[in-house]
């Protein structure tokens, strides 16, 4: 099989902080740094190989280049995979589209987010969650973490609902499953839709079903590092046959399908053919892909509980399976004569174990500021509401989860399972030497 190299890691690996089918997943750089490995002068197997492919990805794309059908328009890979897709997913309909943040686009424009609006969301994810709400000028409103889990705690999400309140938007960060049952509730009980940022999760699942379709979408990312890739690539889920439409319409310029209303507003957030043919082609593999990664995580979570002062996280109530995008734990310096995260990194690396520190606070970051600052937020919302909006984006419990993350890459749990022990001896070592190091 061939395969392509990644990009290094940047920074946080070393650091602390770094189509519709009707009826039928520091804070860009941390998404750079568990998309890549760390460059290390030790072992091979510190060294990720991803994405994997061999002559079906070749095949595929070819035959797209012969065909001269490159687009949707005249093309049949794009239906074909969202056919397939949402067989796969359990779904009723798939609406494939150019990435994953332009599958939340689709959504958010399908539900006429707008200026005066908010979005609740937590704030350990990608950038992309934040931007989506943003580039329609409605605000994003933070709900802190659940520590154990990594994901936005549930039992927070009511108290930020208000009047303006238009949309639910948790996350499965890492391709863990947030608690759905307790999202559903709140949703339910406000009568606020809520959709599924699954960009990182495809194939987790919520008592035993799929994630994607609890809500009135999902949507997913075939980006470069994630689990089912073709580089750049989204869908979204649904089985809502108006959303689905709705859906559509928007990501398609002058989408028209069905009998969905016509808000006067559209995109072009398109699949091409060739992106779908890579997809088709990747899904031939992607079962055995995640049973491997389900078992060396359950192997390795076994095994670093034995370790003191390392907390893998959890899953949610009711999630039965993680797509595991990210291996993430907690880390706690206490249990290593005080030795800090950044050192604790750089050894790890040293021992050829390439990991990453994580997402830092996106509620108090730069980019969160500059909205604050934004003259044509400061137009729509007031000068003083803004500098309120920032204000009121505490989130405590996510700071200490930030200051504590530690992450593997999805491709790491594609190894062989003798590098999972590895990977806790490298642990164990540094832990014995905790005190020497930390002193120097």
């Not at 933070?142 to 996350?171: C, H, N």
């Not at 999202?183 to 990182?200: H, M, N």
């Not at 108006?242 to 957030?269: D, I, M, Q, V």
Request: glycine fraction near 8%; hydrophobic fraction near 40%.
């Amino acid at each position: 099989m061939k395969t392509l190299s990644r990009r290094t890691f940047i920074g946080g690996a070393v650091t602390a902080s770094t189509g519709l089918s009707l009826g039928l997943s520091p804070v860009a750089g941390a998404e750079r740094a568990a998309a890549a490995p760390a460059t290390t002068a030790k072992k091979a197997r510190s060294v990720a190989e991803w994405p994997m492919w061999d002559n079906r990805e070749e095949k595929a794309l070819l035959d797209v280049l012969r065909s001269g059908k490159w687009g949707r328009g005249n093309g049949t890979r794009v239906k074909e995979f969202e056919l397939a897709y949402a067989e796969k997913m359990r779904a009723k309909h798939c609406v494939a589209t150019a990435s994953g943040t332009s599958a939340l686009l689709t959504t958010l424009g399908a539900l006429g987010v707008g200026p005066g609006d908010e979005v609740i969301m937590p704030p350990y994810t990608f950038v992309a969650t934040f931007n989506v709400i943003t580039l329609n000028y409605a605000l994003p409103v933070f709900v802190d973490t659940d520590p154990v889990t990594f994901q936005i705690d549930a039992s927070k999400i009511a108290a930020a609902i208000t009047p303006a309140t238009k949309l639910l938007l948790p996350v499965h960060i890492g391709g863990y499953p947030a608690n759905l049952d307790a999202i559903e509730a709140v949703a339910k009980a406000r009568k606020l839709p809520f959709v599924e940022d699954g960009c990182q999760a495809w194939l987790a699942e919520f008592k035993g079903q799929p994630i994607g379709s609890r809500g009135i979408g999902g949507c997913f990312s075939f980006q470069a590092s994630k689990n089912l890739t073709s580089g750049e690539g989204g869908a979204v889920l649904t089985n809502d046959d108006n959303f689905a439409e709705l859906c559509y319409n928007f990501h398609t310029p002058t989408g028209t399908k069905g009998t969905a209303l016509n808000t006067g507003r559209a995109s072009n957030y398109r699949m091409t053919e060739f992106q779908a043919a890579l997809l088709m082609a990747q899904m031939t593999r992607i079962d055995a892909q995640f049973k491997t990664r389900d078992e060396n995580a359950a192997y390795l979570t076994s095994m670093l509980q034995k370790v003191p002062g390392i907390a893998p996280a959890r899953f949610s109530p009711g999630a039965t399976r993680s797509a595991y995008h990210l291996y993430m734990m907690r880390y706690d310096p206490k249990q290593f004569a005080g030795l800090p995260r950044a050192k604790f990194l750089q050894e790890l690396s040293k021992e050829g174990v390439a990991a990453s520190g994580g997402y830092s606070p996106l509620n108090s970051s730069a980019h969160a500021k500059g909205l604050a600052a934004n003259p044509h937020y400061q137009k729509i919302y007031g000068k003083q509401a803004m500098a309120r909006w920032l204000e009121r984006n505490q989130c405590p419990v996510n700071d200490r989860l930030c200051a504590e993350a530690i992450w593997f890459s999805q491709y790491v749990l594609l190894r062989p399972r003798s590098e999972m022990e590895k990977i806790v001896a490298a642990f164990t070592k540094i832990q014995r030497r905790s005190g020497e190091l930390a002193r120097v």
